[in-house]
């Protein structure tokens, strides 16, 4: 069991606040994707086959999207490096402000990234467009790696997680 040190350490109370807001981000996700499909490859919004799929499409497997999110939610945690929590004097809770914060920068982040093609085809591959497991599989990692190089962030893997003892 991983025994928390600081339990009111910025961090775990950002990654409350990022689980808190979780599933309605996913849906912003998958509609800021269908915006960004239509700016990129169908700006005069006329209705095709494939177009239709995508405005319509609501029913796929989450999974993948998920890893997607909490992958953006783990560029955000490292961005934000100072884990101080600062005073506040307008009477919200720090968690209250953590998800307004998270929120508004989530949403400048998959802006900035639905005006990358790549990115776009990608997430269309394990969301709207899903087909066989084995092709959401492949466009997951691939989106995972565009995310991370888009970031400038470089994940090393090592044996599994670590975990403290306490004596």
């Not at 953590?98 to 949403?107: D, G, S, T, V």
Request: charge should be neutral; glycine fraction near 4%; proline fraction near 2%.
């Amino acid at each position: 069991m991983i025994q928390k040190l600081f339990p009111l350490d910025k961090n775990y109370i950002l990654r409350q606040a990022q689980f808190a807001l979780e599933e309605e981000l996913l849906d912003q996700m998958v509609y800021e994707l269908k915006r960004s499909y239509t700016y990129l490859y169908n700006p005069l919004k006329l209705m095709d086959s494939t177009y239709a799929v995508i405005l319509d499409g609501f029913e796929f497997p989450t999974d993948r999207i998920r890893m997607i999110y909490r992958q953006l939610c783990g560029v955000y945690r490292y961005q934000q490096q100072d884990n101080q929590l600062e005073l506040l004097f307008d009477g919200k809770s720090h968690f209250d402000k953590f998800k307004e914060e998270w929120e508004a920068a989530f949403i400048s982040m998959i802006r900035q990234l639905g005006q990358n093609e790549q990115y776009v085809k990608t997430m269309l591959r394990m969301t709207l467009l899903f087909d066989t497991e084995s092709r959401a599989e492949w466009a997951e990692n691939h989106c995972k790696a565009f995310i991370n190089q888009h970031f400038g962030i470089r994940v090393v893997k090592r044996h599994g997680e670590l975990f403290l003892k306490v004596s």
